[in-house]
């Protein structure tokens, strides 16, 4: 059974910094991309980021270009997402999503995770 | 950047009813590359269709996807009681993978 456990969200104040951590299950993590869609609350999906399975494409939304990064650890089976100079507007829950396409950049997402909360307020 | 509208906003029908949600690309989305999926309040999204017209394991066949280029349709045949949701269409032909605003089906 796929598992896509979604941690490290929390209460942040603007500018400071938060590391999401993803952590997969039940197929072959090595195999897929990955990516990180957010939802502010009471609001639609937004596609945030997404990384190839050997971490050689990799893509932003324009709204966190140059302030978060997204990364893998094949070994640990693990997805992350830091996320710099955090802004209200980031306030969400941002899910864990794996790519459908094996071996493959970018494909329609098939599992998601629950979801981390992320507050910037001050 | 391919921005993705979807109409309409709201539509309101009765259970046994045929739902029509359309999903417009700014342009073309190369290899059909248009995926669908539900969200029901408090869960994470579901993926319902990829590929345009392809139906993701284990959805119903009331479910069906249509459309190329820039003009993609959901269609519901039938609605059952589980179907009112939001619907939200998504293109991942080229980075970013940018979501429609969704249409929520609720009951009428």
């Known amino acids: 059974e796929v598992q896509l456990v979604e941690s490290g969200g929390g209460l942040v104040q603007p500018g400071r910094s938060l590391r999401l951590s993803c952590a997969a299950s039940?197929?072959?993590?090595?195999?897929?991309?990955m990516h990180w869609v957010r939802q502010a609350p009471g609001k639609g999906l937004e596609w945030v980021s997404g990384?190839?399975?050997?971490?050689?494409?990799?893509g932003y939304a324009d709204s966190v270009k140059g302030r978060f990064t997204i990364s893998r650890d094949n070994a640990k089976n693990s997805l992350y997402l830091q996320m710099n100079s955090l802004r209200a507007e980031d306030t969400a829950l941002y899910y864990c999503?794996?790519?459908?396409?094996?071996?493959?950049?970018?494909?329609?997402?098939?599992?998601w995770g629950q979801g981390t909360l992320v507050t910037v307020s001050s | 950047e391919i921005v993705l509208t979807q109409s309409p906003g709201t539509l309101s029908l009765s259970p046994g009813e045929r739902a029509t949600l359309s999903c417009r690309a700014s342009?073309?989305?190369?290899?059909?590359?248009l995926a669908w999926y539900q969200q029901k309040p408090g869960q994470a999204p579901r993926l319902l269709i990829y590929?345009?017209?392809s139906r993701a394991t284990g959805i119903p066949d009331r479910f069906s996807g249509s459309g190329s280029g820039t003009d993609f349709t959901l269609t519901i045949s039938r609605l059952e009681p589980e179907d009112f949701a939001v619907y939200y269409c998504?293109?991942?032909?080229?980075?970013?993978?940018?979501f429609g605003p969704g249409t929520k089906v609720d009951i009428k």
């Open positions: 999503a794996k790519d459908m396409e094996e071996l493959l950049w970018f494909g329609a997402l098939d599992y």
């Open positions: 039940g197929f072959t993590f090595d195999d897929y991309a």
């Open positions: 990384i190839s399975w050997n971490s050689g494409s990799i």
């Open positions: 342009q073309s989305v190369s290899s059909s590359y």
């Open positions: 590929g345009a017209s």
């Open positions: 998504q293109q991942y032909g080229s980075s970013p993978g940018n």
